[in-house]
T-cell receptor
């Protein structure tokens, strides 16, 4: 089994400030990792996925970027946050027949 | 058309009621199907996989209809603790798509 760690759990940032959210995977790992965002009362939107170190694919154009510096590390960043970046950010990894395993998420509020 | 669609609800039901949710998907090549439960301000957690022949786990029954491209979740004898948002997930291997979720509130 695998565990996905995310931090911080909650973050309040001013508009225009930078962002760095970290996700690390512990235990048996599928090489694929994903960043999702969930706006209040909405579904999960896939932001980025990575199939390996240094390999990032973006699903939607946006103010965010992602990096995979190590096999078990996936980072979500922004140089300048917008109000619309507020949301619940989830890191996930496929678990085969058990679907996806999610981290506990980071709730970001941009003010 | 969205890849995965769900009725957002909310479904407000009394304790003990039976409630059913449907989820339609657009990619006919999809091979993996799941129902997730998400509590308020928490991450989604796997409720059950959905198999071609249908499957049951206690009070929960999941079914797949490939011809009509939908999956369903039936909850019998609803409990207060079943109140949550239920997400359907459809896809293949490492490419999974999430529905926006159906909100269920079970009331005393």
């Amino acid at each position: 089994s695998q565990t996905i760690h995310q931090w911080p759990a909650t973050l309040v940032q001013p508009v225009g400030s930078p962002l760095s959210l970290e996700c690390t995977v512990e235990g048996t790992s599928n090489p694929n990792l994903y960043w999702y965002r969930q706006a209040a009362g909405r579904g999960l939107q896939l932001l980025f996925y990575s199939v390996g170190i240094g390999q990032i694919s973006s699903e939607v154009p946006q103010n965010l970027s992602a990096s995979r510096p190590q096999d078990r590390q996936f980072i979500l960043s922004s140089k300048k946050l917008l109000l619309s970046d507020s949301g619940f950010y989830l890191c996930a990894s496929p678990g085969g027949s058990r679907g996806y395993t999610f981290g506990s998420g980071t709730r970001l509020t941009v003010v | 058309r969205k890849e995965v669609e769900q009725d957002p609800g909310p479904f407000n039901v009394p304790e003990g009621a039976t409630v059913a949710f449907n989820c339609t998907y657009s990619n006919s090549a999809s091979q993996s199907f799941f129902w997730y439960r998400q509590d308020c301000r928490k991450e989604p957690k796997l409720l059950m996989s959905v198999y071609s022949s249908g499957n049951e786990d206690g009070r929960f029954t999941a079914q797949l209809n490939r011809a009509s491209q939908y999956i369903s979740l039936l909850i019998r004898d609803s409990k207060l603790s079943d109140s949550a948002t239920y997400l359907c997930v459809v896809g293949n291997n490492n490419d999974m798509r999430f529905g926006a979720g159906t909100r269920l509130t079970v009331k005393p």
